[in-house]
């Protein structure tokens, strides 16, 4: 306690340089209300609908018994997602939010001085991750149509190269990978370079073209897959997520593991999200109608949106990206803005996707 007179002392405690190299991860931020109107929030790509009451009883019932440790092996989850995907349980690792198992990729595959090749812009956690490791992100710039360069990626692998992060659908701009591509970069990667495909945004994908990222993953064993709980499942607060990978790797996966780091109200909800998944589902499919919707309204307007296979749109305005992020800010949405790239907006409920388009459709352009 300090008394107000003494002065606190300096730390002088050696922190790693490497965090020096680690950007801050900027989080969407909450609606903000306006006099009048409803806000909403549309920039953290949740799932607007709240979650469903089977899954909800099932997190009050355990609710009652966290003065207990969680299944640190995460037994019962573990063998849900495997007969689901029909997969050897052994293939499976689980963390806190698919953030946190692609933490336990990193942690388990890189050293000091290791390479990641990834796309940019894609999802913001990957260069936290790989500079907290001491690791160095190299990022291939996106092709004009705002999707992943996977044949500069594919040149872009050295000695170095531990790990390949694919986001597909990329966030933040939304088209998938092509199968066909994809097996040709696949085919010009080392055999003992990680390759993760990330499919946060799996549920959402139409495109007849996007992968089967398990079936690769089956076919090659240096092909994991990563995904969440937290997008179409609507488990964003409770954090877990998991890795498909082949058994050396996933058991490297679950050594990197923070002990008891998925907690037991989220492994209680994934396991009754599964089992709910049908009626998610539908909720799923309409986000999927709105999104149609939405893209077929901004086209109609004359916007040029990246071809978008997630619960998200994207606009590459450029400079103008802090006015556009303002002008929906000032109709009640809250977007997220990335610098001078674009915007992306999470696509909501109804009544919040009809603002998004009256907004656009104001939005004064050349
Ligand atoms: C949202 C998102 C995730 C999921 O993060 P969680 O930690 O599981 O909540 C992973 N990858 C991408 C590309 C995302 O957009």
Not at 28 to 46: C, D, F, H, R, V
Not at 264 to 271: G, V
């Amino acid at each position: 306690m300090t008394d107000g007179t003494t002065p606190t002392p300096t730390s002088t405690v050696r922190l790693r340089g490497a965090l020096d190299a680690v950007p801050a991860y900027v989080a969407g931020k909450p609606a903000a209300a306006q006099a009048g109107i409803t806000a909403y929030k549309m920039s953290s790509n949740e799932n607007p609908y709240p979650p469903l009451p089977s899954v909800l009883d099932v997190v009050r019932e355990h609710a009652g018994r966290i003065n207990r440790y969680p299944d640190m092996g995460v037994a019962a989850l573990t063998a849900a997602l495997a007969e689901r995907l029909d997969v050897p349980p052994a293939r499976i690792a689980t963390g806190p939010g698919s953030v946190g198992v692609l933490g336990q990729i990193i942690t388990a595959l890189c050293d000091p001085g290791d390479e990641v090749v990834f796309a940019w812009r894609s999802f913001e956690a990957y260069p936290i991750l790989v500079a907290l490791a001491g690791a160095t992100a190299v990022q291939v710039p996106l092709t004009a149509e705002s999707r992943h360069d996977l044949d500069a990626m594919a040149a872009a692998v050295t000695d170095r190269t531990k790990v390949v992060l694919v986001c597909t659908p990329n966030n933040p701009t939304g088209p998938s990978v092509r199968a066909d591509e994809l097996e040709a970069f696949l085919d010009r990667v080392p055999q003992d370079v990680l390759v993760v495909l990330d499919e946060a945004y799996l549920e959402f994908v139409t495109s007849e073209e996007a992968p089967d990222a398990l079936a690769i993953h089956r076919a090659r064993p240096n092909v994991a897959v990563l995904r969440t709980f937290s997008k179409a499942y609507g488990l964003a607060g409770l954090r877990v997520g998991y890795a498909v990978a082949h058994e050396p790797v996933a058991e490297a996966l679950r050594k990197a593991a923070i002990p008891f780091g998925v907690n037991s109200l989220a492994q209680a909800a994934a396991i009754a999200s599964l089992e709910a998944y049908d009626e998610l589902d539908v909720r799923v499919k309409e986000l999927v109608a709105e999104r149609a919707r939405v893209v077929a309204g901004l086209e109609e307007q004359g916007w040029e949106i990246p071809d978008t296979d997630a619960n998200f749109v994207w606009f590459g305005v450029g400079e103008r990206t802090p006015e556009l992020a303002a002008a929906f800010q000032e109709a009640g949405l809250t977007v997220r803005p990335y610098g001078t790239d674009g915007v992306r907006v999470t696509i909501a409920e109804p009544e919040a996707n009809d603002r998004l388009l009256e907004v656009a459709a104001a939005f004064p352009r050349p």
